[in-house]
């Protein structure tokens, strides 16, 4: 048994969940100005960021814990996955190198085309991370 604490996944699951509530809310509103949806995108995409950071944090853990620290150690981020997805703590792995892809890509260029793709790809993480987060809170 695992005793795990999933508390910070929670949390960055509920807000990044608030978070794209308010953006869609926001865009369906031809009021809203475009100064002001951009600022609501890129503070999605901050909470993308977050999100996605805690939970293949989360994962290693759980896999550590479970499976052995030698079993993870200095694995690539594509084999953690990999590794999460045979313990089935993931569907899709490649989604989930998507969204690895998707987060790095921030910390190198921000621009206006960078910025598109990756709130299109924090728009499709969110059932990512619930998923991750029901399949934790059951084997935990």
Request: net charge neutral; charged share 30%; aromatic share 8%.
């Amino acid at each position: 048994m695992n005793e795990q604490d999933i508390t910070g996944l929670k949390n960055t699951v509920a807000s990044l969940e608030r978070a794209l509530n308010i953006v869609l809310k926001k865009e369906r509103d031809k009021t809203t100005e475009p100064a002001e949806i951009e600022l609501l995108h890129a503070g999605l995409i901050q909470n993308f960021k977050f999100t996605y950071e805690i939970g293949w944090k989360q994962m290693k853990k759980w896999l550590e814990f479970n499976i052995g620290r030698e079993s993870v150690a200095g694995i690539a981020r594509n084999e953690l996955f990999r590794l999460a997805a045979g313990n089935l703590l993931i569907a899709d792995v490649e989604k989930w190198m998507d969204f690895h892809k998707a987060r790095n890509s921030t910390a190198h260029e921000y621009s206006g085309m960078i910025a598109e793709n990756v709130y299109e790809k924090a728009k499709e993480f969110l059932p990512h991370a619930k998923d991750l987060l029901t399949r934790l809170e059951a084997r935990t």
